[in-house]
């Protein structure tokens, strides 16, 4: 059966993701449109037929790879090949823009998931159909808003005695993103500027560390310390404000996006590993 494959509208997008992404509904449609204004220059496409929708947009570090950012069939319209024809679309598109690689993986500093959650079993089944290998894997963490201590009122103490403020951005959020970008990258930069959420350590008028939350919808991260300010107990104080800020946003948990340093979220917030994606590329020919 063939589908015929379109430019498709937000409200529609929002529509196929809600009914289909049953492990994230309660946010589909905040992703959907935070994919839908990703950071200027980047080139990417939403198209869709009926019943279905992927997103798809070029990697502005490395212009060769491609991502499929979102794939989201209706439950009504699975199974009559519509994902099969949105992919193969996508890579159409990618393939016209340049790309030699299509990827089911997050192109940061704007994407959906660092790849398929294992639990869509449907969706690694097709892209492993479709050719698509297995090269690497990521994983979540989740935090219990509901159980978890989040207090700090005695670390703000004691950073204060050495010198040491903790504050949520406001209107100075740009100078927190120069700090990020020179420290880190301009991905975390834009993510710190787009964040609901911001907060950030200094000592004498200089920026030693800072956590955000919410760039990506209902998510914790990005989060970093200046290196020659480690050891001082910064990372735990930011990621705690940041997990308040959440819950008092009405979160009853928070996920940890694509960690690296399980110990540290483990102990600092009780947080758990969860959610795991595989990422998948094939070459495009």
């Not at 009914?19 to 990703?38: I, K, M, N, Q, S």
């Not at 019943?51 to 570090?61: C, D, E, L, P, T």
Request: proline letters at 4%.
């Amino acid at each position: 059966m063939s589908h015929a494959v379109r430019a498709a509208e937000p409200a529609e997008a929002a529509r196929a993701a809600e009914a289909a992404l049953t492990l994230d509904a309660g946010e589909a449609v905040a992703l959907t449109e935070a994919l839908w204004r990703p950071p200027a220059g980047r080139r990417w496409t939403a198209l869709a037929t009926d019943g279905g929708v992927v997103m798809a947009s070029i990697s502005q570090k490395d212009p060769q790879a491609g991502h499929i950012d979102l794939l989201a069939v209706h439950p009504s319209a699975q199974g009559e090949g519509r994902g099969t024809a949105l992919v193969r679309a996508a890579e159409e598109w990618l393939r016209e823009q340049g790309a030699r690689q299509a990827r089911f993986a997050g192109n940061p500093p704007c994407y959906a998931w660092p790849g398929i959650d294992v639990r869509y079993t449907a969706a690694a089944c097709l892209a492993e159909r479709l050719g698509y290998e297995r090269y690497h894997v990521a994983w979540n963490m989740t935090a219990d808003l509901r159980t978890a201590d989040l207090s700090v009122a005695d670390e703000v103490a004691r950073l204060a005695e050495s010198g040491v403020t903790v504050h949520a951005a406001g209107d100075d959020r740009k100078r927190v993103a120069a700090f990020v970008e020179e420290h880190w990258n301009e991905r975390w930069a834009w993510e710190a500027v787009n964040a609901a959420g911001l907060h950030y350590a200094e000592r004498d008028g200089r920026i030693l560390g800072f956590a955000a939350w919410g760039s990506r919808p209902a998510w914790f991260g990005p989060m970093g310390t200046a290196e020659d300010a480690r050891g001082l107990g910064l990372g735990r104080v930011l990621l705690r404000r940041c997990l308040a800020d959440q819950r008092a946003a009405g979160q009853d948990s928070a996920q940890i996006g694509w960690v690296g340093p399980l110990r540290f979220y483990s102990r600092a917030v009780g947080a758990r590993a969860e959610r795991v994606f595989w990422l998948y590329r094939r070459d495009l020919a």
